[in-house]
């Protein structure tokens, strides 16, 4: 390979592994093609106050004032590039890992009871390094399960719908204070069917939670992306898995 291709090759590759880190700008000049340059898409369905678009200049066709309690909530079909192995290691008896994830920005004064001291915590997950380092003895264990590995990170999560189902989830990551005055909870729903109708949304303990409403016309969206994503495709996947 001559040199100079070698420097086209660098330089792409240091392109791509900036395109997705934007430090400030508008959301449509940097994670749309309107940016002109290689971007990162947003593969999130979302919702939010006027005052949270106007505030990080966000598009103006998610604002809905229906939402209460939160900022804004935002729902995505998160594929893992490793997938779930079965059938004694045959690569090609495996399933691709998804997670349904749902990520909360409220106001860092929402009374929520916190599980620990920790301003900001996050979950080991595939393909990252700590996600195979596992403890083997106290100490270690002891900050292993202060990650929410074998308790609660941060804080309990559930929701109740209006037609009685309810559903506990965990906590993948949260920061406390990740712009001033607003604490951001990412959450894994599990791929489960999700509700259709209103949503209140609980994060705490049964004494003592933050309650955030997701309107309708959010679920309904939510709905469709997840079986797009999710429910679709996997039972093809299934298929599949069962006629090798």
């Not at 449509?28 to 106007?54: H, L």
């Not at 951001?184 to 999700?194: A, D, E, K, R």
Request: aromatic residues 12%.
């Amino acid at each position: 390979m001559s040199r100079s291709a070698m420097a086209a090759l660098g330089a792409a590759a240091l392109l791509t592994a900036y395109a997705g880190l934007a430090l400030a700008g508008r959301y449509e000049e940097v994670f749309t093609e309107k940016s002109g340059r290689a971007y990162t898409p947003d593969t999130n369905i979302w919702i939010y106050t006027q005052s949270f678009a106007d505030r990080f200049d966000m598009p103006r066709k998610w604002v809905n004032n229906d939402l209460k309690g939160a900022y804004a909530v935002a729902y995505r079909v998160q594929k893992f590039p490793v997938g779930l192995r079965y059938m004694a290691g045959d690569p090609d008896k495996s399933m691709p890992d998804r997670r349904c994830i749902l990520d909360v920005f409220v106001s860092s004064d929402a009374p929520i009871p916190w599980a620990s001291e920790d301003t900001a915590a996050f979950l080991p997950e595939p393909p990252d390094a700590s996600f195979y380092v596992l403890p083997s003895n106290t100490s270690d264990r002891k900050a292993r399960e202060r990650l929410g590995v074998a308790s609660p990170l941060g804080i309990r999560s559930w929701y109740k719908s209006e037609g009685g189902a309810s559903s506990l989830f965990y906590v993948r990551r949260y920061d406390s204070n990740v712009y001033p005055g607003v604490t951001y909870v990412s959450m894994n729903l599990g791929c489960g069917t999700p509700p259709r109708t209103l949503v209140h949304l609980f994060l705490g303990n049964r004494v003592k939670a933050h309650e955030i409403t997701l309107p309708k016309h959010f679920l309904q969206r939510l709905n469709s992306e997840w079986y797009r994503k999710s429910r679709g495709p996997a039972i093809g996947e299934y298929k599949r898995l069962m006629e090798k």
